[in-house]
């Protein structure tokens, strides 16, 4: 198990063969200031398993101060999302969402550009992990 690096890791459902059901707990980290013109990018590395499409994680951000969260990126590719729910109503995220499902076993670095949030002086991020009532 462990971390890649360092001592910190968000685990969710430690001891259990599955996420449990309902589960619904957010990562929040802390806020940013991006004011700087440049090149940003938020990455992570990650491994999981989880039932694909009913059981998942996606990041968001609010520039708001938390008053509203947006999902941070729009789309399956190679360094980001894994899945795309077209179908399932009782998935875990909405209708025509991006999130991270399936099974992952290696350590795998995730990442996105930001550059589009440069400019703003107040940004969040957080991990919202979700699962379905069967778990």
């Known amino acids: 198990e462990g971390t890649v690096s360092g001592e910190n890791v968000y685990v969710v459902g430690k001891d259990e ?3 449990l059901p309902n589960t619904h707990t957010v990562l929040y980290l802390p806020n ?3 004011r700087e013109a440049g090149i940003y990018e ?3 590395y990650g491994k999981f398993d989880l039932d694909t499409g009913t059981d998942g994680f996606r990041v968001e951000y609010s520039k708001d101060g938390g008053q509203s969260w947006e999902i941070l990126g729009n789309g399956v590719t190679q ?3 894994n899945t795309f ?3 399932l109503v009782n998935g875990a995220f909405p209708l025509n969402t991006y999130f991270f499902s399936k099974r992952v076993s290696q350590w795998t670095q995730f990442k996105l550009n930001i550059s589009n949030l440069s400019g703003d002086s107040f940004v969040a991020f957080r991990f919202v992990c979700k699962a379905d009532d069967v778990g």
């Open 17 to 19: 063969s599955s996420v």
């Open 32 to 34: 940013f200031d991006l």
């Open 42 to 44: 938020f990455s992570f």
């Open 79 to 81: 360094n980001w999302y």
């Open 85 to 87: 729910n077209g179908v």
